[in-house]
């Protein structure tokens, strides 16, 4: 009814036509999608939607329909709706001891620079996730397609010289502490082999991170 729902059933179903839709008996990993939406404000009952929806997920895991599970969310952790250790709780309760939750997705981008910020201190939900063996997807890396066209190129020079201003924000996410996969979409070939192209290049160190986010983040 509020088109977002974390309630067992529709859990249940959704896995299901997943695979259907996919044509596979096994997911290799499924991600709920914005949990914090499913009851903003209200942590506890937020909480125990989605303990039940692990409890779900787990049970489609030991049936042998899926390997892992994780959250992708926008704004949860940043808002701390829920922190990874949290989610890391949640999960074991759900599970009763040895979960199967495998893995976060974010935004991190050169527009939404703080969980970059945070890691570079060793804080924030990339560090967390990352000490715990997560997989941590970076989500949103050209911010919906509208850095290309805030970074110029004496930015991207500043990032790697001779990187276009799309290549530099791409290496600069998939250089960020923590991070272990960058989620982008592409409308064709050629722009799948400039970011692969990015993500080959050398990482950024973390001096050059946090010059980079210096400058951004002056006014």
Known sequence: MVG??????????????????????????VLLHNPERAHPGDRPTLHRAMREAF?????????GNV?????ATWAGL????????????LAAEAAGGRHHLVAVQMPVSLVMMTPITQALHGR????????????VMASAPLHGGELPGIVDQEVA???RPG????????????????????????????HWKEAADA?????????KLREITGVLASP
Request: hydrophobic content about 50%; charged content about 20%; proline content about 5%.
């Open 78 to 89: 940043e808002e701390e709706a829920f922190t990874v250790e949290e989610l890391l709780a």
């Open 163 to 190: 990187l276009t201003p799309a290549q530099a924000c791409v290496l600069a996410v998939a250089s960020c502490p923590g991070v272990t996969d960058v989620l982008l979409a592409a409308s064709g070939a050629s």
């Open 4 to 29: 977002h729902s974390l309630a067992p059933r529709y859990v249940r179903w959704q896995v299901g036509r997943n695979r259907e839709q996919l044509g596979r008996e096994r997911l290799d990993l």
């Open 67 to 71: 390997a892992g599970y994780g959250i």
């Open 157 to 159: 020079d500043l990032i």
């Open 199 to 207: 993500v080959a290049q050398s990482s950024l160190t973390a001096a």
């Open 124 to 135: 924030g939900p990339l560090p967390a996730a990352a000490g715990a063996g997560l997989r």
């Open 55 to 63: 409890v779900v997920v787990e049970e489609t895991v030991a049936a």
